[in-house]
């Protein structure tokens, strides 16, 4: 269980307080790998490409979501 908690206090910055920026820059990579993921796979697919284009639009709205939620926080942080 120490190691455990030890490593998430290092993911926290240490203190358990806010994410710093390198978890900022990783998380921004994760969703190009999940572009790059999907693409990867349909491409692998020789025929019936649906279950690609299953995950494909599993993605945009996942990102759509969170393009309404950015939205969301800098529209109330400008109103503020």
């Known amino acids: 269980m120490e190691r455990t908690d030890s490593l ?8 358990g307080g806010a994410p710093g920026k390198r978890w900022a820059s990783l ?10 993921g ?8 020789k025929k019936d490409k ?12 996942l990102l759509a979501w969170r393009v309404v939620l950015w939205a969301m926080k ?7």
């Open 8 to 15: 998430l206090s290092r993911n926290c910055g240490g203190e």
């Open 27 to 36: 998380h921004r990579w994760v969703y190009v790998a999940a572009a790059l």
């Open 38 to 45: 999907c693409w990867h796979f349909f491409w692998s697919l």
């Open 50 to 61: 649906v279950e690609a284009l299953q995950y494909v639009a599993v993605l945009a709205v």
């Open 74 to 80: 800098r529209r109330e942080l400008a109103g503020a």
